[in-house]
């Protein structure tokens, strides 16, 4: 049996197995990009709940972790040189395709590509629909001030254009699917969740409706979704 009594983490969020990865994330669009891809590499693994609360992600056993105070976080007890831990999404998203030799493509090329568009979604959607989504939903929706909102609605628009140009010929975002798709589409599907649709105008992007329903309807994804499950 592996031992990771060497991750603090371990001591408020025991592992059951720890011979197999260990996932803590929260199922947001960010945290259900780990537990998606571990259902479709078919990769063995335990889903710790961290919600969002300080008590969790700030509290000392997280933080051992991620000092980033961020889910997700994982511990690979079957790491290339031993136990691993690792945090940020689209690192882990790097690291599990690696691992499984999965969802990353074939050659140098397809590699570079999907990394290209993971990329794309970690600096530049994630944080502007996220940003968009505190404007729209959250506390930033009570400010008189519309600027701020405004900015983000803008600059939604345009990735998600941009997006929609890069589907126009083909299902996936790289030609096949990938841990780039994996990253990208539940940012998308977190419209539904801010509400934002309509201020986006997401209807006026033909491309991006059947692609997020080509992705929501497979089963790791409907899986992967609600990994681990809501309190």
């Given amino acids: 049996m592996a031992d990771l009594s060497a991750f603090p983490i371990t001591r408020k969020w025991t592992p059951q197995n720890p011979d197999i990865l260990q996932l803590f994330a929260f199922p947001t669009p960010n945290g259900v990009k780990a537990s998606i891809a571990l259902e479709e590499m078919e990769i063995p693994y335990e889903a710790h709940l961290v919600t969002l609360a ?75 629909l996220g940003q968009m989504g505190f404007f729209v939903k959250f506390a930033g929706s009570e400010w008189e001030d519309k600027r701020p909102q405004q900015r983000y609605v803008d600059e939604a628009k345009r990735l998600l254009g941009v997006l929609d140009t890069a589907l126009s010929d083909k299902d996936w975002i790289t030609g096949a699917y990938s841990i780039a798709d994996i990253a990208i589409a539940p940012w998308l599907n977190a419209l539904n969740f801010y509400e934002a649709k309509d201020m986006v105008n997401w209807d006026d992007h033909k491309n991006l409706g059947a692609y997020l329903d080509r992705f929501m309807a497979r089963p790791a994804v409907t899986k992967g979704m609600n990994t681990p499950p809501r309190p």
């Fill in 54 to 128: 300080d008590a969790d992600v700030k509290s000392p056993e997280f933080l051992s972790l991620n000092p980033n105070n961020k889910i997700p976080a994982i511990i690979d007890p079957n790491g290339p040189d031993g136990p691993i831990g690792l945090f940020e999404s689209g690192a882990i998203l790097i690291y599990l395709a690696e691992k499984s030799g999965k969802l990353m493509g074939n050659t140098a090329t397809e590699r570079a590509k999907t990394i290209q568009w993971l990329m794309f979604q970690m600096g530049g959607l994630g944080p502007m």
